[in-house]
């Protein structure tokens, strides 16, 4: 897994997240896209999330 997969994951999940999922799986989990996902890692990235760094 990629780190901004983890970091993902445990934005979206919560920290205390147990089970990883890798983009196309979180997507699918989450009812949404792959490129959604991709959009929202670049904006926590903008923001200054930790967990993107």
Same mark, same amino acid.
Do not use: H, P, S, W
């Given at each position: 897994?990629?780190?901004d /997969?983890i970091a $993902? &994951?445990?934005?979206?999940l919560?920290? @205390?997240?147990? @089970?990883f %999922? &890798?983009? !196309? &799986?979180? +997507?699918? %989990? #989450?009812g *949404? *896209? $792959? /490129? !959604?996902?991709? !959009?929202?890692?670049e /904006?926590?990235? +903008?923001e200054? &999330? $930790? #967990?993107?760094?």
């Amino acid at each position: 897994m990629q780190k901004d /997969e983890i970091a $993902v &994951c445990k934005k979206l999940l919560g920290r @205390n997240v147990k @089970n990883f %999922y &890798c983009l !196309d &799986c979180l +997507a699918a %989990y #989450l009812g *949404t *896209t $792959v /490129e !959604d996902i991709k !959009d929202k890692i670049e /904006e926590f990235k +903008a923001e200054g &999330c $930790v #967990l993107f760094k």
